[in-house]
């Protein structure tokens, strides 16, 4: 089978880092054309990948539509369901960056017009393929931590003066603030460990100075899953000290995980994910399991972004499932919108 034809629309950090490496990498995709406005953006994609045809606009993008099969829609949330929208109107299937749109009512017509024009739509929760979260999953399922009541995740940075770039600037209405950003993968997370959610509770905050965006930057949401356990989900951009990356209790032990998955720090510093060591824990992340006096420590599974796209080339050959079915997003897009109603 020829591999499948593809387009890259945005080349920030979300196009460069998270996705066309790993088209490029992957033997059943060709990366044919990056979509980038920015002068220097082009120079980039141009020097990273020289084979394919970078355009300034989504517009030439789509007078081309009869060389693609695949676009991946890699820009600030609020252009998301135009541009979405756009593709599957010219015949394309499509991956959507998180977060899938601003709001569950626009995430929910935008599946209902993929399913109408019978093309596939997948959300890239790449997050699914961390490497610790990977191994949680497996540990839960093996039944290590017998049955889970408590799941703490984190994502929480040092920034204090504040997030830059369109992610400083983007109001809630559309799609801005840490909730929308890091909340997306953390409830994410929660909802494939441990199920559907009932309720919600949230305290939602914006700290850093600045006039500029009334998106939030320091934000706590707690689920209550319909099988009793709670999720509690860090994510803020003013965590002077670091606190682990996950605290999960169960009724025959508990676990800690502490460090970064690994992936995005060596692909924003040049890495590939055809490296030999692409994925691998660094020594500084650790993990033990256990009770108290008697814990032990678990070797951390590798990262691996990439099965997001295998799995999509499966899907895309009708051979499995999409790697993320897009009602998973609207769902989390239904408790990010309970959370900021409770907004204080």
């Known amino acids: 089978m020829r591999p499948l034809r593809t387009a890259v629309i945005g080349f ?3 196009g460069r880092i998270f996705h066309a490496p790993f088209l490029a990498c992957d033997e059943a995709y060709s990366l044919d054309h990056v979509v980038t406005g920015d002068p220097g953006r082009a120079r980039q994609a141009r020097q990273a990948h020289p084979g394919a045809t970078v355009l300034a606009g989504a517009g030439e993008l789509f007078a081309r539509a009869g060389e693609l099969d695949l676009v991946v829609v ?3 949330p609020q252009t998301h369901v135009a541009l979405a929208t756009a593709a599957l109107d010219h015949g ?3 991956v959507v960056d998180k977060p899938f749109a601003p709001t569950i009512a626009q995430a929910a017509a935008l599946v209902e017009h993929a399913r109408a024009a019978g093309r596939l739509l997948t959300v890239f929760q790449n997050r699914r393929f961390d490497g610790d979260f ?5 540990l839960v399922e093996d039944g290590a931590l017998g049955d889970v009541h408590t799941f703490e995740s984190r994502f929480e940075w040092w920034k204090p003066q504040g997030f830059r770039g369109w992610k400083a600037t983007t109001p809630v209405a559309d799609g801005g603030g840490i909730l929308f950003d890091l909340g997306t993968h953390l409830i994410d997370q929660a909802r494939v460990l441990l199920g559907p959610v009932e309720d919600v509770w949230a305290d939602v905050v914006r700290r850093a100075p600045g006039p500029e965006s009334d998106g939030d930057d320091d934000t706590l949401v707690v689920l209550r899953h319909a099988n009793g356990a709670r999720s509690r989900l860090f994510m803020s951009g003013l965590a002077a000290a670091p606190a682990p990356r996950f605290h999960v209790l169960g009724s025959r032990a508990g676990v800690t995980m502490w460090g970064l998955d690994p992936q995005e720090a060596a692909l924003a510093a040049g890495g590939w994910p055809s490296d030999p060591d692409f994925g ?3 020594q500084a992340n650790r993990a033990t399991i256990g009770v108290p006096r008697d814990t032990r420590a678990v070797e951390l599974e590798r990262g691996d972004y990439g099965r997001f796209y295998r799995l999509l080339a499966a899907a895309l050959a009708g051979e499995g499932e999409l790697p993320v079915d897009p009602q998973d997003a609207v769902d989390v897009l239904a408790i990010i919108e309970r ?4 907004r204080h």
Do not use: M
């Open 280 to 282: 691998r824990a660094p």
């Open 339 to 342: 959370a900021h109603g409770l």
């Open 134 to 138: 990977r191994t949680l999953r497996r």
């Open 12 to 14: 920030g950090v979300s």
């Open 92 to 94: 394309l299937h499509v």
């Open 74 to 76: 890699a820009t600030p």
